[in-house]
């Protein structure tokens, strides 16, 4: 329902005037000009005029450009198209909301699900441009069909020859949500080479980006030459906050079938589902320069050489779910810094690789890795871990391994150090492999298909307390006496019957 203005208070308006006055007057102070009013904005796909009331609406474009920051844009179901580079080119700090049902009488009804609202880039032009220092908001749109070739301004991409298809953002800090993007491309032809970058979302420099709820569906980086990040790409950026979003058959052509992070961005990648998403190294998610914290994330049904490539990252990957993947490689942790480092925390990896977690380092790029609490499972002829070069320094802690033919491989055991403390190789492992172990065991995990353990399990209380007090699912560790090994900790839970009376 519309909310009613408020009664002005009009005896007392002359006297605050009056008072403001008096004390500008005695201190000296400048007032500033203040910012017009917040309007609301009506739009449907015939509108005309510059009104843009909810009685007479006016069209897409005109709403936009004669907005001021805070105005907000409520967009009637339909499709909207446009000329030149983007559908629409945003340089304020609006809100955009889809779904309004039209109607100007009686209660303001929108719901994007009831009243679809399309943004079509007709695979002619950007869907959506949004620069400049601002924090605009888009809420409930279809985003198709973008296409950004010849768009490359502001892309951190080298060669790149477009980038966002869908959404292109540069020095915003936008708040993408709940939207749907569908059938996007960063990059469709080119007469020499050239990278795609983003074919649903291109952000750079985009600090404070959230990016929640949204949906990415066939978006494709490139459809020559090569791309990055099929659905979303992220360069440079503080804070880029990704969740609770759903990445369906995205293709990246080679790096990042999904989401790709590079360029010394800051990203939150949380709660998310990864599916039939398709690239050579990091068929889900790619890293290259990044500091990720990547969380509670499903990845699933996805195809490529590796599943997630953490390449030259400094961050963590804790409790996410690495499933039934297409793939050669499950993690795929490439090169580093010195001082940077790769942490993984209660995460589950089941049948994705012929290595479940690989490393690799190089003089230049020295890497170095942590892992607590990590259930690995392959099958026959599969490592563990499997580490393929020198100048890797890896810890493993209370690691279970299982179905695999070597629980941890190392290439190079002259110049790389692996030290594994509590691990437990299932009674399905063929040999431990050849790292520094401490306190190992041999015995039968009781594994689920979804990795967890079932009670009686040799990884039962068996673990050393190492800080980490939640497992995968978020239950309290220890629930005994020790940690349980791998990412997952059994919790009893006694049900009661109610207690009845005659």
């Known amino acids: ?72 844009i409520i967009v009637a179901g339909g499709t909207y198209t446009g000329t030149g580079p983007a559908v629409i080119s945003i340089t304020k700090s609006i809100t955009l909301l889809a779904g309004w049902n039209g109607s100007a009488i009686g209660d303001l009804e929108i719901s994007p699900a009831a009243h679809p609202t399309t943004l079509d880039g007709e695979t002619a032009r950007r869907v959506v441009g ?47 949500y709940d939207n749907r993007f569908i059938g996007n491309t960063a990059l469709m032809t080119a007469t020499a080479y050239g990278q795609g970058a983003g074919g649903g ?34 360069d440079s950026g503080l804070t880029i906050t990704v969740r609770n979003n759903t990445f369906i058959a995205n293709e990246g052509a080679p790096w990042g079938g999904a989401v790709a992070l590079g360029s010394f961005v800051y990203a939150q990648v949380t709660d998310n589902q990864f599916t039939s998403n398709t690239a050579s190294y990091g068929a889900a998610l790619y890293t290259w320069y990044a500091y990720p914290t990547i ?54 990896v089941m049948d994705s690789g012929t290595d479940v977690v690989r490393a690799f380092g190089f003089s230049g790029g020295p890497l170095s890795v942590q892992l607590a609490h990590n259930t690995l499972v392959g099958i026959a002829g599969d490592n563990g871990v499997h580490v393929t070069s020198g100048y890797v320094t890896m810890a493993l802690t209370n690691t279970l391994i ?67 007090l939640i497992d995968f699912q978020g239950d309290v560790r220890p629930h005994g006496p020790a940690p349980d090994i791998g990412a997952d900790e059994i919790v009893i839970r006694w049900l009661y019957a109610p207690i009845s009376t005659r």
């Open 295 to 348: 969380s509670r994330n499903l990845f699933t049904g996805n195809t490529g050489e590796s599943t997630l490539y953490i390449g030259f990252a400094s961050g963590l990957l804790n409790s996410n779910q690495v499933h039934d993947n297409a793939t050669t490689i499950g993690v795929d942790i490439v090169n580093g810094f010195p001082t940077w480092l790769v942490r993984l925390v209660n995460n589950i």
């Open 402 to 468: 299982s179905g695999v033919d070597t629980g941890i491989r190392r290439d190079y055991p002259l110049s790389d150090s692996v030290a594994a403390n509590h691990t437990l190789f299932d009674a399905n492992v063929g040999a431990h492999g050849t790292a520094a172990e401490s306190s190992s065991l041999d015995g039968a995990a009781l594994l689920t298909s979804e990795g967890t353990i079932s009670p009686g399990s040799a990884a039962e209380d068996t673990g050393a307390g190492v800080g980490v």
């Open 130 to 176: 949004i620069t400049g220092d601002i924090t605009p908001t888009i809420i409930g749109f279809i985003i198709t069909r973008g296409n950004a070739t010849g768009l490359a301004l502001g892309c951190l991409q080298g060669s790149a020859k477009g980038c966002g298809g869908g959404v292109f953002i540069q020095n915003a800090h936008a708040r993408i």
């Open 1 to 72: 329902m519309r909310a009613q203005p408020a009664r002005p208070v009009l005896l007392l308006l002359p006297i605050c005037l009056a008072g403001l006055a008096l004390v500008t007057l005695m201190l000296g102070v400048r007032l500033a000009r203040a910012e017009p009013l917040a309007t609301t904005r009506y739009v449907a796909v015939n509108g005309s005029g510059v009104g843009c009331s909810s009685l007479v609406p006016c069209r897409l474009q005109t709403a936009v450009a004669n907005s001021n920051n805070g105005d907000t």
């Open 201 to 234: 979302l291109y952000a750079n420099q985009a600090n404070y980006t959230v990016i929640s709820g949204n949906v990415f569906l066939s978006n494709v980086a490139t459809l020559v030459y090569q791309g990055i990040g099929g659905a979303l790409a992220l």
